[in-house]
């Protein structure tokens, strides 16, 4: 009786055993088929859209975001909507070769070809002709329509071309970030608009405009097969769209895309390996121009590179362009006059501080034009370190200078997110010290400009000292056009200084070109006005810079141009304001065969 008792026993236990396990199996079956089916583990996953997913292609037709345009409505992306034939792959066995061939007389596309591209698909794609999607007429879609070839069919389709994009900093890459998804727009996520997966605004106005640009999520057709690549009876074509005639919403920039061009061309053929420009509208300092270096690839971008920075609106030490605010500052609290004479010997007196030339006698005028340190020394002792800050906060150099204002639940929204602050004064410095102060006048020790700023101190100098915020966006529009925000361009209630000062400091742009530091630009298609500035870095590195406007007389455009550590005494700041303001001249006149 014993062993009976004992093999009851084991088998007792390997029953409960077994039992346990069932109903650890039947309850992990109610988690992944009831309880959790659409968000089982800590993937979040959701099983039913797998489940549906395994019986179901796909095709995506538009992600949903919107556009991002130039002041003349020209799409900055490549984004284009257009009309195309969309294909499923199905198994061989269910082709039509009859209507293949119909089809692609139809469309202008070899047969054989054609052919070829929908037997080798194997997940849902359009039709490509020279490597892009076809486009096809609303009479062509017609024709397609009446063959009826299952699983081929005609729809609008989105294209984003990123390949020769123009303004990427500016504009800004997309990526996947699945926990600031889960965080920030859980909202969406929950609306079915975006997906763990979804890309998402990383940089630029993509990040700044997020939620604008966003959309109302993916457009797409899908198509039911079953295990065999056959469309399931009874099932049609399914259109997933949450599109309208007014969403998603579409940014319009103040940018233009050919002057955007002139200035990356320019950069380029210069051979910059690393600086910016920005060109400002002198009526009202719009953005027409962006343009930064390193380049980088909006397809495959490295978030740990510095490269897809906006060098743009990045603070650096800006060298004597600095003088210009000086001058202002000096002028106006009665410092110095214009014919004011000073001394140079290479030498200031106190401070071990020196000049890079023997200038001799000069007057202040001169002394702009030849970027004498040592006049400016001087003045700097006499204006001292606070109104060399007030007018600096005034001016515009101290802090952001970008649009800012109330727009979409926010009372102080920037158009221009990453937008670094400038500045004149750390917060560490000995403004008691004459020598930090002198260093200061000449656009040197803790001094940080952004290329923004600096055009745009040149249209507060073309503006009598009313100064602007320069707008990036224009406005923000419907999907059918029509205006959704218009972006009031923002300009100072009062002048800061005097009518005259701003005509003094014109005069004196100008003499830096003729007899200054400037001569290079006399060769110029128009005569052109301006500032430049070195400022020594690192390892015997310099920021090389100009500050200008064009054409004297009749401005239209303020520019600025930074060049960052180069080692070279080529002037290739120089060279390449020079080379935007005769395209931008050639432009004016139409001459664009001349354009080179």
């Not at 390997?14 to 993937?43: A, E």
């Not at 989105?158 to 600031?180: F, R």
């Not at 014109?506 to 110029?524: I, N």
């Not at 120089?574 to 005769?582: A, E, N, P, Q, S």
């Amino acid at each position: 009786m014993a062993p009976l008792t004992k093999n009851k026993r084991r088998a007792f236990h390997i029953l409960l055993l077994l039992s346990m396990l069932f109903l650890v199996l039947v309850y992990r079956l109610f988690v992944i088929q009831i309880k959790d089916v659409r968000d089982f583990s800590t993937n979040h996953i959701n099983l039913l859209e797998r489940s549906v997913n395994q019986r179901k292609q796909e095709f995506i037709l538009s992600s949903g975001r919107g556009n991002i345009y130039d002041h003349k409505y020209r799409s900055l992306i490549n984004q284009e909507e257009i009309k195309t034939v969309v294909v499923f792959p199905f198994s061989k066995d269910n082709i039509n070769l009859g209507k293949i061939k119909e089809l692609a007389s139809i469309i202008n596309i070899d047969y054989q070809k054609l052919l070829n591209q929908v037997q080798e698909l194997s997940k849902p794609s359009y039709i490509t002709k020279n490597g892009k999607p076809i486009k096809i007429t609303k009479k062509q879609q017609i024709m397609i329509e009446r063959l009826q070839i299952p699983g081929i069919i005609s729809a609008s389709y989105t294209i984003n071309d990123y390949n020769n994009v123009l303004a990427k900093h500016v504009i800004g890459y997309l990526g996947q970030a699945p926990n600031e998804i889960r965080n920030s727009y859980h909202d969406y996520l929950e609306r079915g608009i975006l997906k763990w997966n979804s890309l998402i605004g990383r940089s630029g106005l993509q990040l700044t405009f997020q939620e604008i640009l966003i959309g109302v999520g993916e457009s797409k057709i899908a198509y039911f097969v079953d295990n065999r690549g056959r469309p399931l009876n009874g099932l049609a074509y399914k259109y997933q769209t949450n599109e309208d005639e007014y969403y998603p919403l579409s940014l319009v920039t103040t940018l233009d895309k050919d002057i955007q061009a002139f200035a990356e061309r320019q950069l380029v053929k210069n051979r910059i390996r690393e600086g910016s420009v920005v060109i400002l509208d002198v009526n009202n300092a719009d953005i027409l121009a962006m343009a930064s270096l390193p380049d980088f690839d909006l397809l495959n971008v490295d978030p740990n590179s510095p490269d897809w920075n906006n060098k743009a609106v990045q603070v650096i030490e800006p060298g004597s362009i600095f003088k210009t605010l000086i001058a202002i500052a000096a002028l106006e609290e009665r410092v110095v006059n214009p014919e004011d004479k000073f001394y140079c010997a290479s030498q200031y007196s106190v401070y071990g501080f020196s000049c890079y030339k023997d200038h001799e006698e000069m007057t202040f005028e001169e002394g702009y034009a030849k970027s004498c340190n040592v006049v400016f020394a001087e003045i700097a002792e006499g204006l001292g370190p606070g109104k060399i800050e007030e007018y600096a906060k005034k001016l515009g150099l101290v802090g952001t200078i970008g649009w800012t204002g109330e727009f979409f639940k926010e009372d102080s929204f920037a158009q221009i997110g990453d937008e670094e602050a400038n500045r004149v004064f750390h917060s560490k410095t000995n403004k008691s010290d004459i020598g930090s102060v002198i260093r200061t006048a000449i656009g040197q020790q803790d001094v940080r400009v952004s290329p923004l700023a600096a055009a745009n101190l040149v249209v507060t100098v073309l503006n009598d000292g009313f100064v602007y915020q320069p707008r990036l966006i224009e406005k923000v529009i419907y999907k059918n056009g029509m205006e959704y925000y218009n972006f009031k361009v923002h300009k100072s209630d009062t002048r800061i200084g005097n009518r005259e000062t701003y005509r003094e400091i014109r005069k004196m742009m100008e003499k830096v070109v003729e007899e200054g530091t400037g001569r290079l630009l006399k060769r110029a298609k128009w005569k052109l006005a301006g500032k430049s500035g070195t400022a020594e870095t690192k390892n015997n590195l310099v920021n090389q810079w100009f500050i200008g406007y064009g054409p004297v007389g009749s401005p239209k455009y303020a520019v600025a141009v930074m060049v960052k550590d180069v080692a070279t005494s080529e002037p290739l700041a120089k060279r390449v304001f020079m080379g935007i303001m005769d395209d931008l001249a050639l432009w004016e006149q139409k001459e664009f065969n001349q354009i080179k």
